[in-house]
């Protein structure tokens, strides 16, 4: 019998290939490249079928095929539309989400992970993550008394992304922030939605059933839920002379400083370093720059903070602090942070149970019995 | 860093209170209570309350109490009762039961355990227990084209599952029947699907989401799929004589037999030994009688045989191979199989979800990268 640590914290559960978390050196990659590299140099959908079939295109004849294929899936199938203001009438973005899916993936028939063709499988993960925008989007606008808006085929992921959501065909600049963000939100390790997912993925289960059971686990506030309380931060804050003032105290309360700190990175988040790039280009009118320039000064006060009141391990922004930035400065409204954040997870989670489902071990641990020792009789009713 | 055994087959993950298995020993409990002894002695309202309070009724007036305040919110939410029929038309009663709780928990508004009155995840988890076997029925009604039955207050936990389910008030002997089944699959020790509640719990979602998640672990053939396969073992070797003449080519071939062995248990499942004597007691006339005689027969030859062609490790009948001859005894159908396991084990998840949410720490764990080694530089598009 082993006791693991609080969490599984460094157990390792299992093998892959589909990518890693330095944590010490501050690096993740997916597959055998630096994520990092990826958002910064590849379109969205190159990095999803490195994701999905293990390779990126080679050609550009691969790249637009790829692009092409997923993009004609994005559309929701009909005995979703028909039900979906039902859904949006009574659930945030997230929570529709894992409604719809879970009738989608019914509708289209997935089979369990028994005697079933991979490729099929294979169709059935891009079709889940094609429609997962849509369906964000559609809840969204129907939550706000408007109408949802088709998926075009013209626009690439991130643009026809914000396109559904907006109703604007966005700038490039803004469409090429919100890509980078998504792909470097796309996998992350073994946190906990993706662990979720194969967990559900060993027990031969459909990927519907996994991709929805993920969705539950991002939904926790410990997991998917910070972004948008990062900005709030900002908001509490208010103005740089308030910094000290309002986080001081906070960190004296002993309280979580919203966007800071990680479970695995000793060093700056790659990601938060990322995207406070991407930020400072974003700060192109007096505006924004001037909010980039807050987000900023912040940061650079609760490191500073956090080191002088809780000395011995420094503590970075993490990958929240500055996506929700970066969201804002697009036009993404901050309902959507979390959803956004599920847009692109979903196509590393379908990435993990595809290679899950490949072994045939179900996960069954143990636990540690503590309550009242048994056998106690049955006692009689008074 | 710990590698941990495949399946994390033995590892501690946690405390708890709810249970245990003792697989050694053949001996499993609900709190301090033999989970046999329960079922035997106690209505399943009383090892419900057991289950989510952490205490039996001790008096008439409390048994009663409870009783009432389950039955009350067996009735499926209006807005679930406006969209079942578009979930039934694509969706089998165990899918249907995702999509529907989780629409269901998005309707009641549930919130993630973050500064919530326990009383109200209480209340919560007492509502996706009682509605669950009414969403069950119902959709498996819709499907084949009758109407969905409303749930009696008048009748207790079991006999109102068969009445929605067939129309028809059970007799005593059916109805009890069906419970002992019921109360013996509440819960069992750190199982896929518990322990996928349990992940998705430690992220601080809400009740709804870890359900949703459980059910699709339980929707996995390695997991809740068994109990209507050992029935078609049944039907496959037909008759007695030709037992030997199917059942050793099988094992020679190295095939699973549906029904027999458990990751657990090294002795005979004690919910196999129950649920033996419940069918015998329901071999009341000469065709089930002689069904009852058959599986027997079934047992001891594939014991036999295995013990035989497969020495070392001696295998048993576990919960399936009885518990589909129960069901079908009982005039359940075998696509409600697995969807009447989830219907009970259902107030185990609950339990787990709520003992977990008490504990902070997110369940995170790590694999180890196998891939290609990083980072390899970005190739460019031929």
Redesign the interface.
Known sequence: ????????????????????VRGAEG?Y?Y????AI??AE??PLEDVWRLMTDGE?????AE?EAFAAEVAVIRAIPS?IL??LP??A????PL??L??AL??A???R?MQ???DIDQRVRRNDALFLCAVTPTLLCAVYRLRSGARPIAPRLDLGYAANYLWMMNGVVPTDAHASAIERYLISTMDH?????T??AR????????L???V??????????????APSRALALLDEIGTPERIDAVVRPMIERGNKIMGFGH?VYRTDDPRSVMLRDVARGLGVDERSERLVEFAQAVEHAVVRLLGELKPGRPIYANVEFYAGLVMALCGVPRSMFTPTFASSRVIGWCANVLEQAA?????????????????????P??
């Not at 990126?56 to 550009?60: A, Q, S």
């Not at 009438?89 to 945030?92: D, G, I, Q, R």
């Not at 929805?212 to 997991?223: C, D, F, N, T, Y």
Request: proline share 11%.
């Open positions: 019998m082993i006791i693991a640590p609080p969490g599984l914290k460094g157990v390792v559960v299992a093998d892959t290939a589909v990518g890693d690096f990659h597959r055998q490249y630096s590299e990826l140099q590849r990126m295109p080679r050609t550009l790249r005995e028909d039900v039902a859904i009438a009574v659930s945030e929570d529709g894992r409604t879970s009738l993936a019914a509708g028939g369990p992970n028994i390790g073994f946190n906990a939605s662990f979720t967990v559900v993925a060993s027990t031969g289960a459909d519907g059933a996994c929805v059971a993920a969705i539950g686990a991002l939904s926790g506030p410990l997991h998917g839920g479970a072994d045939n071990k179900i996960i069954r641990p143990s636990a540690r019995y503590v309550g009242p020792p048994p056998p106690q009789p049955c006692p009713l008074h």
